[in-house]
Each structure stands twice: as C-alpha cells, then as structure tokens.
C-alpha cells in the first residue's frame, strides 16, 4: 500500500474515533493531495479550498444530472421506489435543482431572504432569543442544543414561512429522520425512517398550503402560493418541495454552528473573553465559527460535461465529486494559521455558505440568527462554563453535538 493510500483509508466517515476530531487526518491527507478516489462512495473527492471553490462555480458540473440525462444514460441506476416519499420531497428542493427551473424558484425565494428583509426581522428574533436564554437561566445546567438553539431556529424559519410553533417539535422530529439520508452510507433502518418522515411531511405539508390558499398570511407559504411571479406560478409539487427544503435547511446548520461553535469558545477561554469585553464583535465572531468547526462537511456535484479537469485529474461525464468543506476551511493556501481559533479574524468570504448559484440562501439569516445568541449568550451569562465534555453525533457530512450541557 503506498503512502498516500494509508492515509486515504484514515479518511473514515463511519468511525466515531474520526469524526471525534477528524481535522488531523483531514490535514495530512490536503497536505498529500488535492484530490483522491473514494472507492467506497464512488466518489472523487476534494480537499483544498481553491479547487472547491472553483468547483462550485463551474457550470460543467450540477447537484442533480436528470435535466440532461436519464439515469442509463449516464450510467446510474434508477432511485429507489421503496423510497419514493424521500425522493418526492426533494424532487424540486432548491438543491435538487439546476437551470432553468432554479433560477425561477431561486428568484421567488431570494425575495423573502434579502440582508434588508432579514434586519427587519431582528426584534422578533432577539426576542425569540431572550425568551429561551430565560428559561435557561431559570435551568441553572441546560442543555444549549435542545433548550435554546433548536426551539429558537425552527421558531425563527416557522414564523418566516407561516408554519404555526405549536408545530415544531414534529418538524424537528421529521426533519432530523430525512436528513441522515444525506450521510454518505445509511442502513436500511434509516432509509425506512427517513421515507415515512417525508411521506407525513409531505401530508403536513399540503394540508398547511390547502389552509394558506383559504386563510392568506403574507408569509411565506402563502406567498409562494399567490405568486404571479413575471407570469410564472408554482405546482403544488413545488411549493412542497421549497417550503421542506426551507424547513429543514433553515434549521439543522444553525443549530450545529451554534452547538459546535459555543463549544469552540469556552475551550478557548481568552476566545470567550474577547467576545465578552467586546474587543471582537458577535458579528465578526460567527465567520469563524463556521469556517473552523463546519457544520456541513460535505457537498456533492456530478459532472455533466466532458473534459473536467479539476486538480490536474480528467473526470469522465457522469461521475460524482465529493468537496470536503471542512479540509477547505482548514487549507493553509487560503487562511493563515488555519488550526488556531482566532474570532477576531473577519474572513467572511471563507466556504461556509458554498458558491456559484446554489450559494446559501438562508445566509443573512443564519449569520444574525447566530451573531443574535452569541450577544445573548455572553450578556447573561459572563462565567459560561461546559458542564461536561460533549460528543458528536456519529455522522461526518454533517457534523454537530448530541448534547452541549453547561452551567451558568
Ligand atoms: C449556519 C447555517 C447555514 C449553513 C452553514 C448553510 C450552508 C449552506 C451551503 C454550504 C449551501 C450550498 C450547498 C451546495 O452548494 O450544494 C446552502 C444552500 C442552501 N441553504 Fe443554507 N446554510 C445555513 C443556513 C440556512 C438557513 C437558515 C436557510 C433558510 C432559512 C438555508 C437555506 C438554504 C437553501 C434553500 C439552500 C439551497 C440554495 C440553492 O440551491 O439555490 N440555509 N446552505
């Protein structure tokens, strides 16, 4: 075996010791290559930042090939129909999606997501905020993921949509059972899982769009109903698939960011105390906490044209590329001194919200949901502590915390 594939077989998705910390293993194998083929997932895979970067912008390529291939055609297998409710819901997700029908869809949504629309939306959220930290205080030891940045996240993206809160734990709930399907293996118990999420998402769903066509808000879902968009209008199907996409993309990277991001500051006290004296605003802090604990490890593209060459190595039409955000965000070509924790560094054109034109939507509302609780967090609590040492969760693409316990 030669060196560079003993380092490749450390890059171990299923193994907890891994994912623990895999930032050393992702590190070598960056340093050792830009790229490498991944016979487990069938996938090649990139490690540094320019290359995904550029990736992500490269029109050749697209997450989804069925606008221009059939599955033979490019020699994949058809979905699976025992999953056909799994498939359903992201048959037209934004991220499902390339040309033309993204850009339609993307127009319609862009709109409820502007830097102006989301400030407007800043009382509301800071008072989300203080009522959950209240109830913490009340606590004493809680638990930061489960207490405060889950209720807070999906309170925030249900009043944006017109979803009532009472509604959210079975949002949650779904939410959490669809997205382990995005992991680069799952077993059968979770595919099963997974579907029956989708499938009751699915009812929920069309039930709540059949209310909005009665019952207009000016919300969301309601908007997206009425839309007379330039003459366009939406299927059913699409609202659907939009408003899930919305629903579970508008939460689960949030609440990770927060989660890993709390534990990055109080293991790094003079961090914390930055933050606390105000040398380093929570604005600025929160680019660093996306860039140096991702929540979001892994996206995938498939190559729809020929002659891709990326990282010097020719990629054939239908073939999948695998960018490992979180090797990216650690490359030393693109940041300084890429391991240390430094909140005051203000990149904020690192990877974290991707690029090209499936860049984060949601990412003037992420960066306020988060820089809104860090303000929160340090205003009340100054002697923060973690109650005990947390664990991820088994899962590498995306990475968060069972549990972050800690005492006020
Ligand atoms: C810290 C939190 C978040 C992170 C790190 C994050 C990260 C990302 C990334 C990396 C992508 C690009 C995926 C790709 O290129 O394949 C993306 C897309 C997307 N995100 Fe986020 N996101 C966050 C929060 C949100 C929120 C709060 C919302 C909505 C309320 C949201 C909605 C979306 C949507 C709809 C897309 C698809 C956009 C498209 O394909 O045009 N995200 N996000």
Request: hydrophobic share 40%; glycine share 6%; with cysteine.
């Amino acid at each position: 075996m030669s060196s560079l594939d003993s380092l490749i077989v450390r890059f171990a998705p299923q193994d907890p010791d891994f994912i623990a910390d895999p930032y050393p293993v992702l590190n070598q194998i960056r340093e050792a290559t830009p790229i490498f083929w991944n016979e487990r997932s069938h996938q090649w895979v990139l490690t540094r930042f320019h290359d995904i970067a550029a990736t992500l912008r490269d029109r050749r390529l697209g997450r989804s090939y069925s606008h221009l291939f059939d599955h033979e055609e490019i020699g994949r297998t058809k979905p699976d129909p025992r999953w056909s409710s799994f498939h359903q819901h992201e048959q037209w997700s934004l991220l499902c999606l390339e040309p033309p029908d993204h850009t339609l869809l993307r127009r319609l949504v862009s709109k409820v997501f502007t830097p102006r629309s989301i400030a407007a939306l800043r009382p509301n959220i800071e008072s989300l905020s203080a009522q959950l930290l209240d109830d913490c205080q009340d606590l004493g030891t809680f638990d930061l993921l489960r207490d405060y940045a889950q209720p807070y996240s999906v309170a925030v993206i249900c009043s944006m949509l017109g979803v009532p809160r009472s509604d959210s734990e079975l949002l949650l709930g779904w939410s959490h059972d669809i997205v382990k399907m995005y992991e680069l293996e799952s077993d059968e118990a979770t595919k099963i899982a997974a579907n029956q999420a989708a499938a009751e998402y699915i009812d929920y769903t069309r039930s709540l769009i059949a209310h909005k066509r009665k019952h207009p808000d000016g919300l969301l879902i309601s908007a997206l109903v009425q839309v007379e968009d330039e003459g366009d209008t939406l299927t059913e199907d699409q609202i659907v698939s939009t408003t899930m996409v919305l629903l579970e993309a508008g939460h689960e990277a949030t609440v990770n960011t927060l989660g890993n991001g709390v534990r990055a500051l109080l293991k790094h006290p003079d961090q914390w105390e930055r933050l606390m004296s105000g040398q380093v605003d929570a604005k600025t802090a929160v680019e660093e906490l996306l860039r140096w604990d991702s929540p979001l490890h892994l996206f995938e593209r498939w190559v729809l044209a020929e002659g891709v060459e990326i990282a010097g190595q020719t990629i054939p039409i239908g073939d999948e590329i695998a960018m490992l955000f979180g090797s990216a965000q650690r490359d030393p070509r693109r940041f300084s001194n890429p391991d240390r924790f430094d909140i005051g560094r203000g990149d904020s054109s690192h990877i974290g919200f991707g690029g090209g034109i499936h860049f984060c939507v949601g990412a003037p509302l992420a960066r306020q949901e988060i820089a809104v609780s860090l303000e929160g967090l340090v205003q009340r609590f100054p002697s923060l502590s973690l109650a005990q040492e947390p664990q991820y969760h088994p899962t590498f693409v995306i990475r968060g915390l069972r549990e972050l316990l800690l005492t006020t």
